[in-house]
């Protein structure tokens, strides 16, 4: 018994050395990245003024809305996609729709894409990345495959999948962004009605924040463009 718990030590300590001396660093980096996340926060730039000191470069506010890796379960994630896009369509304001460049429904094309081109984006890494076997010269079996792919429930009608869809496409193409805890944009621009009702609905959305982004703003500066670099 007594040299079978000194075994146990042995290995015991052996391993507790490994770990915090052997590779400390090592573990010391991951356990840092799963506690600490990394934001840009763009700065507002110096005003421009001229001689009587009238503006001529000011700057202005850019409401944006991002997501981040939130933990959510694939139909949870699904329902926050669909009450954001609901928000900003009811507020007539836009959102993030790179999707619509290759997939579009009613009637269901593959935008602007030859299908040749459709095939590719298919198949493509940085995009949808399916395997070949799933590659759809359909537009509309896509569509069908994108709900699979995305685990978008039957109940909801096409246009509020589609919804869905342009939203996870968003976290797809930033995927390895969105992995790391780094908030992806999805909305530019909105009105502060928009930022008001998502900030209201907080806990309905998690995953969802909202930011304001300084933007450049020229007044009446055409005549001095060559000065001021626009």
Same mark, same amino acid.
């Given at each position: 018994?007594?040299?079978?718990?000194?075994?146990?030590?042995?290995?015991?300590?052996?391993?507790?050395?490994?770990?915090?001396?052997?590779?400390?660093?090592?573990?010391?980096?991951?356990?840092?990245?799963?506690?600490?996340?990394?934001?840009?926060?763009?700065?507002?730039?110096?005003?421009?003024?001229?001689?009587?000191?009238?503006?001529?470069?000011?700057?202005?506010?850019?409401?944006?809305?991002?997501?981040?890796?939130?933990?959510?379960?694939?139909?949870?994630?699904?329902?926050?996609?669909?009450?954001?896009?609901?928000?900003?369509?009811?507020?007539?304001?836009?959102?993030?729709?790179? #999707?619509?460049?290759? $997939?579009?429904?009613?009637?269901?094309?593959? @935008?602007?894409? *030859?299908?040749? !081109? =459709?095939? /590719?984006?298919?198949?493509?890494?940085?995009?949808?990345?399916?395997?070949?076997?799933?590659?759809?010269?359909?537009?509309?079996? #896509?569509?069908?495959? $994108?709900?699979?792919?995305?685990?978008?429930? @039957?109940?909801? *009608?096409?246009? !509020? =999948?589609? /919804?869905?869809?342009?939203?996870?496409?968003?976290?797809?193409?930033?995927?390895?962004?969105?992995?790391?805890?780094?908030?992806?944009?999805?909305?530019?621009?909105?009105?502060?009605?928009?930022?008001?009702?998502?900030?209201?609905?907080?806990?309905?959305?998690?995953?969802?924040?909202?930011?304001?982004?300084?933007?450049?703003?020229?007044?009446?500066?055409?005549?001095?463009?060559?000065?001021?670099?626009?």
């Amino acid at each position: 018994m007594a040299i079978f718990f000194i075994f146990i030590g042995i290995i015991i300590i052996y391993r507790l050395f490994d770990i915090q001396v052997i590779h400390g660093a090592a573990y010391l980096e991951e356990s840092q990245q799963n506690i600490v996340k990394s934001e840009a926060t763009p700065a507002p730039r110096g005003m421009i003024i001229d001689r009587n000191g009238i503006p001529i470069a000011v700057n202005d506010q850019n409401y944006c809305v991002y997501m981040e890796n939130a933990g959510l379960k694939p139909a949870d994630l699904n329902n926050v996609a669909l009450q954001f896009t609901d928000i900003l369509e009811k507020n007539k304001d836009r959102y993030n729709m790179t #999707l619509s460049k290759y $997939l579009t429904i009613d009637p269901f094309t593959f @935008g602007s894409q *030859s299908l040749d !081109d =459709a095939m /590719k984006w298919q198949g493509d890494k940085n995009a949808l990345n399916l395997a070949k076997s799933d590659i759809e010269v359909d537009p509309g079996a #896509l569509f069908d495959r $994108l709900r699979k792919k995305f685990n978008i429930d @039957g109940a909801y *009608s096409d246009e !509020d =999948a589609y /919804k869905i869809m342009t939203v996870r496409y968003e976290i797809l193409i930033n995927q390895w962004i969105f992995d790391t805890g780094t908030p992806i944009q999805i909305a530019q621009n909105i009105s502060d009605v928009s930022l008001a009702q998502i900030e209201e609905r907080h806990f309905e959305l998690p995953g969802l924040t909202a930011s304001v982004i300084p933007v450049r703003k020229y007044i009446d500066a055409s005549l001095v463009s060559h000065v001021i670099g626009i």
